[in-house]
T-cell receptor
Framework: GDSVTQTEGQVTVSESKSLIINCTYSTTSIAYPNLFWYVRYPGEGLQLLLKVITAGQKGSSRGFEATYNKETTSFHLQKASVQESDSAVYYCALGITGNTRKLIFGLGTTLQVQP | EAAVTQSPRNKVAVTGGKVTLSCNQTNNHNNMYWYRQDTGHGLRLIHYSYGAGSTEKGDIPDGYKASRPSQENFSLILELATPSQTSVYFC?????????????FGKGTRLTVV
């Protein structure tokens, strides 16, 4: 089957400190899935944070980065210096293509940035 | 930017009642999706559609029906609502598989079944 595992629960980081949210994936549907990070700010819907479709490539947006590592089947989200406005729920997702086109999500990680 | 609009944003329903959640998208996307989000489960796919007239079962379809009467509209129907269906529901449209495409989400519908 297809699944995504990410850092569970809540992560609390002090402002200006670094962040890493782990994400690993497993898929039997497709050899090279597209990988995504979505973010949900309070009161908002999910927004695409970044997307990488090629193994070995890095995506970046709003200071966040994630590298598509096919060897370790990982797509960890990192930021060098978080801000209070980064407090949100972050979801790692796997894009299934081919005959069935859908997103498979991890459980979500709540980031709380302390001032 | 792609717009996905859900209605209602909040709903309280009684057990055994019928509930219809509506979704409208204005970007001519073929694919539309319904997910539910629950603590400890993340987002799980209920139903999806590849175009007007088509509906497909997702990973957790039991207790739900879907309807895609047009390219723009995709509804999720709970014929006999149960408390276990209390959740936040997200509609989405787009394509997760293309190099220049993405999936856009609505703001969610909070459903409480009492």
């Amino acid at each position: 089957g297809d699944s995504v595992t990410q850092t569970e629960g809540q992560v609390t980081v002090s402002e200006s400190k670094s962040l890493i949210i782990n994400c690993t994936y497993s898929t039997t549907s497709i050899a090279y899935p597209n990988l995504f990070w979505y973010v949900r700010y309070p009161g908002e819907g999910l927004q695409l944070l970044l997307k990488v479709i090629t193994a070995g490539q890095k995506g970046s947006s709003r200071g966040f980065e994630a590298t598509y590592n096919k060897e370790t089947t990982s797509f960890h989200l990192q930021k060098a210096s978080v801000q209070e406005s980064d407090s949100a729920v972050y979801y790692c997702a796997l894009g299934i293509t081919g005959n069935t086109r859908k997103l498979i999500f991890g459980l979500g990680t709540t980031l709380q940035v302390q001032p | 930017e792609a717009a996905v609009t859900q209605s209602p944003r909040n709903k309280v329903a009684v057990t055994g009642g019928k509930v219809t959640l509506s979704c409208n998208q204005t970007n001519n996307h073929n694919n539309m999706y319904w997910y539910r989000q629950d603590t400890g489960h993340g987002l799980r796919l209920i139903h999806y559609s590849y175009g007007a007239g088509s509906t497909e079962k997702g990973d957790i379809p039991d207790g739900y029906k879907a309807s895609r009467p047009s390219q723009e509209n995709f509804s999720l129907i709970l014929e006999l609502a149960t408390p276990s269906q209390t959740s936040v529901y997200f509609c989405a449209s787009g394509d997760p598989g293309g190099s220049n495409t993405e999936v856009f989400f609505g703001k969610g519908t909070r459903l409480t079944v009492v």
